[in-house]
């Protein structure tokens, strides 16, 4: 039987490749983002479901978890990861700190970063608890440190996801589900801005980080070979945040 993972802000970049990386080894892959998956990233197997939805919008994220729900019906879920996240900047693509920007902003900005992994998780721990699965939830170097190109809002909201992770490993562990996260530093996606290479002389590997890297460990911390991980951050940063 093949095992099934959900997975949120899945339409590219690190998304993508993390569908790739589960989909190449068996798994059923759930997947959702705000808008339908661009040609380049569908997956063809016909296992797989794609749920439109914005999970920054509270209708729209128990919407999701109710079809998702009824897609798995009563067979275990083995692993949720909350990809999703938004780090939003100025018109002028301006780091926004705590001077500007909208305070209804972070608002925004916590309510997709931090709020809906948690009432994912909620939403799944049932199927969650079926499946004795794992959550992996995607941080950020930037929660760790005061990075020069993600706001305060994305910096602070990942910061609140690391404890967040923490605690739910903490509790979810009376379902024999592990919490754990990755942390990613710099990575070649959409997200990045162009002055990131800048930072590459700082970067012990000196190079940007791929997608698949990050999706290796999401992977990772869902398989068996972590069967006894849990309550951890991976940093994948190629040892960028050792400095």
């Known amino acids: 039987m093949h095992k099934t ?40 197997d016909a296992q797989h479901r794609h749920i439109v939805a914005d999970l920054a919008d509270s209708g729209s994220l128990d919407g999701f978890i109710d079809e998702a729900n009824a897609v798995i019906g009563d067979a275990p879920l083995h ?73 305060s809002a994305y910096s602070t909201s990942k910061a609140a996801l690391s404890a967040l992770t923490r605690e739910m490993a903490a509790e979810f562990a009376h379902l024999g589900v592990r919490v754990n996260a990755v942390a990613p530093g710099e990575i070649e996606t959409a997200m990045l801005s162009p002055e990131t290479e800048v930072l590459i002389p700082r970067i012990p590997l000196h190079r940007l980080g791929l997608p698949a890297d990050v999706a290796g460990a999401i992977y990772y911390l869902c398989s068996e070979d972590s069967a006894y991980v849990s309550g951890t951050e991976i940093m994948v940063t190629g040892g960028q945040h050792v400095f």
Do not use: M, Q
């Open 79 to 151: 692993g949720l990861v909350n990809n999703a996240g938004v780090s939003p900047k100025t018109d002028f693509k301006e780091r926004l700190g705590c001077l500007n920007g909208e305070l209804a902003l972070w608002r925004e900005v916590f309510e997709l970063n931090f709020f809906a992994p948690l009432r994912l998780a909620r939403g799944f721990a049932a199927a969650l608890h079926r499946g004795k699965g794992a959550i992996v939830n995607v941080t950020s170097i930037a929660g760790h440190r005061v990075h020069p190109f993600a706001g």
């Open 5 to 44: 993972v959900i997975l949120t802000g899945a339409s590219r970049g690190i998304g993508h490749a993390t569908v790739k990386r589960f989909s190449d080894a068996g798994w059923r892959v759930i997947t959702c983002s705000r808008d339908a998956v661009p040609a380049e990233c569908l997956v063809g």
